[in-house]
DNA sequence: AAAAAAT
C-alpha cells in the first residue's frame, strides 16, 4: 500500500491490511444505493459538442485555474449554477449559508438520518433535470474499514534518510494534525486507524496540499496510496467541485498499470471519500464498459483507470478531461516506460487535459531509473522531487535470501519451502512466463496443494477471483506473473518467493515488496541459476545495501561477470 | 523473450 499502506506501490491499504472486499465477482455496480439513479443529465448534449473542449475555458473573465477553480461563475448551464447557489461545492470554511451538500450537514458524526434528510432535500430541490451528481450513501462501515495491519517496525520508518529538493519546498508535518484537510478526512482516517502519518506522507501531503507537483520516491509498502489519496480528495473537498459537475469530467485522474492495483486504488479511495459528496470511479480493461458508463454517468469526481481502458472511454466520448485538475501516476517509472508512454501522452498531451502548469501533477514509485526520471518531467512544472531512503532501495522489514537451485530442481525445492511454511501465512510464487504459471499452479495442484494463479491471459474474472481467494486465505499460495508485481497490498504474505528471478532489478524490488509492509517482517526467497546473470550486479548491490547476508557464490561470480560484461550499471533502458 | 494494457 501506499499508505501507509498507501502508495501505491504501495498503497494505503497498508494501514488497515488488505482491501475491503468491496464486490463481488468482479463487479462493483450496485455497491451503493443511489438516490437519483442515472440519466440526471439527460438535457446536457453530448459531451463535446456543448463545451467545444477548451473553448469551455474562455469568456469566463480571467484566467482560469483548475487547481483553483473559479466558484459561481454562473457560466455553465444547469447544474453548476444551481450547485452554486446551493452553495454545495465551496470551501467549507467560507460557506455555510444553506446546507452544504459537500459536506455532511450535521458534521462528521451524524449518522445515516441526516444522510436520508439530506437525499430528501436533494430531491425536492432537483426537480427540474439538474439534478447534481448522486451523492454516495454511507456504505457499511464494515465493508469499508477493516483493521489496522501496522506491524512492530512501524517506528524504525523514522530512521530513513530523506531526501526533498525544488523550490521553496513546504516544511513537513509530524501529525495529520499538522495540516488541514477538512473533518471528513480526519474522521475517515480515524476510521482507518491511521494513528501516525508515514515518511512518505509526512513529506507528500503537505507539498501536495500547497499545489506542487511531485515526484516521489518511497520504498514498498510505506503508505504512498494515502499519501497521494488524502491531500488530493482533501483539495477537492475544499474547493469544490468547479466546474466539474457533470459526471463524465473528472476533476482528479490516477492511473495505474496493472487492473487489480487501479482496483485497490478504488478502493481505497472509497474508504477516504466516506460519508463525502465526492464520489470515486474506476474503470478497467476486462470488465462490462456498459457497467463502467453507467457508474460513471452517477457522478465522477476521481476517477482511477488503467490507459487503455480509458482511452477507449475517451474517444467513446465518456470522459472528458477537461477539468482535470489533479493527475497521479502510480507506479509512475512503470507508466513511462516503452510499453505505457505513449498511452500516457495520448492521455495527457493529445486531449483535453490543462497542461502541466495548470493541472497539479504527482509521481509515485518505489523504483525510478534515472533515465525515466528524465523522461517524468516532461510532464511535470517546478516540481519537488522527494525520496525517502534511496531511490529503488529494499525495505530491512524484507529478510532475502538468494539460494542456488538448478532448473530441474526447482519445483522439488518449492515444496520444501512450502511444507516449512506456516498454516495461516500467505506465500505468493513469482514465475516469469504466464505458461509457467499455469503449470505450476497445475504442479502445486496435482501435489494436493490449496493455490490459486493469476496472469494477464485470464479472463479478468478469473484474475479477480484468484486474488480474492488469495487475499482470503481461502488459496494461500497464489502463482502470478509480472501482473502481480506492483502495488497490491495484500496483509498477511510472509513469503515471495521468487521461483524465477525477474530480468530487471526494479521488477525483483517491486516483487518482494509484496511482502514486509507497514513495519510487519517478510522473507523473500530467490531461485537462482545460470539463467540469472544478467542481475547478478544489481542483486548484490541490493542484498547490501539491505544488509542482508550475501552468498559467498553470488560475490564471486558478481566480480567475474565485472570483468567479463561491457556493460553493467545501467546503460540498458 | 516476456508481461502488461482496449476490443
Keep these: 500500500m501506499t499508505h501507509l499502506s498507501g502508495s501505491s506501490t504501495d498503497s494505503p491499504a497498508g494501514w488497515d491490511g488488505g482491501r475491503s472486499n468491496g464486490f463481488v465477482n468482479g463487479y462493483h455496480d450496485g455497491r451503493d444505493g443511489r438516490v437519483n439513479g442515472s440519466g440526471a443529465f439527460g438535457n446536457r448534449g453530448s459531451l463535446r459538442s456543448d463545451r467545444g473542449g477548451r473553448g469551455g475555458f474562455k469568456g469566463r473573465g480571467g484566467a482560469y485555474n483548475p487547481i483553483q477553480p473559479v466558484q459561481n461563475t454562473g457560466m455553465n448551464v444547469g447544474a453548476s449554477a444551481v450547485a452554486g447557489t446551493a452553495a454545495g461545492w465551496r470551501s467549507p470554511e467560507t460557506t455555510r449559508t444553506g446546507p452544504n451538500l459537500w459536506l455532511p450537514t450535521k458534521g462528521w458524526n451524524s449518522k445515516c438520518q441526516s444522510f436520508a434528510l439530506l437525499c430528501l432535500f436533494v430531491c425536492a430541490r432537483y426537480t427540474d433535470g439538474l439534478t447534481p451528481p448522486t451523492p454516495t450513501p454511507p456504505p457499511p462501515r464494515s465493508e469499508l474499514f477493516s483493521g489496522s495491519n501496522t506491524g512492530i517496525n512501524f517506528e524504525k520508518y523514522?530512521?530513513?534518510?530523506?531526501?526533498?529538493?525544488?523550490h521553496?519546498?513546504?516544511?513537513?508535518?509530524?501529525?495529520?494534525?499538522?495540516?488541514?484537510?477538512?473533518?471528513?478526512?480526519?474522521?475517515n482516517i480515524t476510521l482507518s486507524r491511521y494513528t501516525r502519518p508515514t515518511p512518505v506522507q509526512k513529506h507528500a501531503i503537505p507539498i501536495i496540499k500547497t499545489k506542487r507537483d511531485l515526484m516521489a520516491c518511497a520504498q514498498t509498502g510505506s503508505g504512498k496510496t494515502a499519501a497521494f489519496l488524502l491531500p488530493v480528495l482533501s483539495q477537492i473537498y475544499t474547493d469544490g467541485p468547479g466546474d466539474a459537475l457533470q459526471?463524465?469530467?473528472?476533476?482528479?485522474?490516477?492511473?495505474?498499470?496493472?487492473?487489480?492495483l487501479a482496483l485497490q486504488i478504488y478502493d481505497e479511495a472509497r474508504k477516504f471519500a466516506y460519508r463525502s459528496r465526492v464520489r470515486p470511479c474506476v474503470v478497467y480493461g476486462g470488465a462490462d464498459i456498459?457497467?463502467?458508463?453507467?457508474?460513471?454517468?452517477?457522478?465522477?469526481?476521481?476517477?482511477v483507470a488503467t490507459p487503455g481502458r480509458l482511452v477507449d472511454m475517451m474517444e467513446r466520448g465518456k470522459i472528458g478531461l477537461d477539468y482535470c485538475s489533479y493527475l497521479v501516476l502510480d507506479e509512475a517509472d512503470r507508466m513511462l516506460d516503452m510499453g505505457f508512454?505513449?498511452?500516457?501522452?495520448?492521455?495527457v498531451e493529445q486531449d483535453t487535459m490543462p497542461p502541466k502548469g495548470l493541472r497539479?501533477?504527482?509521481?509515485?514509485?518505489?523504483?525510478?531509473?534515472?533515465?525515466?526520471?528524465?523522461?517524468?518531467?516532461?510532464f511535470l512544472e517546478d516540481y519537488i522531487f522527494l525520496a525517502v531512503g534511496r531511490v529503488g532501495s529494499t525495505s530491512e522489514n524484507i529478510t532475502q535470501k538468494v539460494v542456488w537451485v538448478e532448473e530441474s530442481d526447482k519445483r522439488s525445492f518449492l515444496l520444501d519451502l512450502l511444507n516449512a511454511t506456516g498454516k495461516d501465512s500467505l506465500t505468493l510464487v513469482f514465475v516469469e512466463t504466464k505458461k509457467g504459471a499455469d503449470a505450476l499452479e497445475d504442479f502445486l495442484y496435482r501435489e494436493g496443494y490449496a493455490c490459486t494463479s493469476i496472469h494477464g491471459d485470464r479472463s479478468q474474472r478469473d484474475r479477480e477471483e484468484a486474488l480474492h481467494q488469495f487475499r482470503s486465505g481461502r488459496c494461500p499460495i497464489l502463482v502470478a506473473t509480472a501482473v502481480a508485481a506492483r502495488g497490491l497490498d495484500i496483509c498477511n504474505v510472509k513469503h515471495v518467493i521468487n521461483f524465477d528471478l525477474p530480468s530487471d532489478i526494479e521488477e525483483y524490488v517491486h516483487r518482494i515488496g509484496r511482502t514486509g509492509r507497514v513495519g510487519n517482517l517478510g522473507l523473500a526467497t530467490s531461485f537462482f541459476n545460470?539463467?540469472?546473470?544478467?542481475?547478478?550486479?544489481?542483486?548484490?548491490?541490493?542484498?547490501?545495501?539491505?544488509?542482508?547476508?550475501?552468498?559467498?557464490?553470488?560475490?564471486?561470480?558478481?566480480?567475474?561477470?565485472?570483468?567479463?560484461?561491457s556493460t553493467r550499471g545501467r546503460a540498458k533502458r
Design 530 to 565: 545460470d539463467k540469472n546473470s544478467n542481475i547478478t550486479k544489481d542483486l548484490l548491490d541490493i542484498l547490501v545495501e539491505a544488509k542482508q547476508e550475501v552468498p559467498s557464490w553470488l560475490e564471486s561470480l558478481a566480480y567475474e561477470h565485472q570483468h567479463k560484461s
Design 158 to 166: 523514522d530512521d530513513i534518510p530523506v531526501e526533498a529538493t525544488g
Design 247 to 260: 459526471a463524465q469530467y473528472p476533476i482528479s485522474l490516477v492511473l495505474a498499470p496493472t487492473r487489480e
Design 360 to 378: 497539479q501533477t504527482m509521481m509515485f514509485s518505489a523504483t525510478f531509473p534515472k533515465e525515466i526520471q528524465i523522461l517524468a518531467r516532461d
Design 341 to 347: 508512454e505513449p498511452q500516457i501522452r495520448r492521455i
Design 168 to 187: 521553496n519546498c513546504p516544511p513537513h508535518i509530524e501529525s495529520f494534525h499538522d495540516v488541514a484537510m477538512g473533518e471528513i478526512i480526519m474522521g
Design 290 to 303: 456498459g457497467q463502467q458508463i453507467r457508474d460513471l454517468e452517477r457522478g465522477c469526481h476521481l476517477l
